[in-house]
């Protein structure tokens, strides 16, 4: 099953007005998105009880995941990322 996550085609649609991508149009789009959303929640959860400079730390590393999270999504969007308005 994890072959299928690689195979071509888009997997988010594109926004109607602005820039960027709406809702994911495929199954591997929610896999994406709600991974991240866990991770960053999970993350946000775990470290708040834990201190200042580790809520510094959760801040940097979702910061650093937000980063090839839009640009899978980005290349993944259905006639890519463009304004719409």
């Given at each position: 099953m994890l072959h299928k996550?690689?195979?071509p085609g888009d997997w988010f649609a594109p926004k109607k007005?602005?820039?960027g991508a709406g809702l994911p149009i495929a199954w591997?789009?929610?896999?994406?998105?709600?991974?991240?959303?866990?991770f960053a929640l999970g993350l946000g959860?775990?470290?708040a009880s834990l201190g200042d400079i580790w809520a510094l730390v959760s801040i940097a590393l979702i910061i650093l995941s937000t980063?090839?999270?839009?640009?899978i999504v980005k290349r993944r969007?259905?006639?890519g990322w463009k304004w719409r308005g």
């Open positions: 996550f690689f195979e007005f602005g820039y591997q789009g929610w896999v994406l998105l709600l991974g991240y959303l866990a959860l775990f470290v980063i090839p999270f839009m640009m969007t259905k006639g």
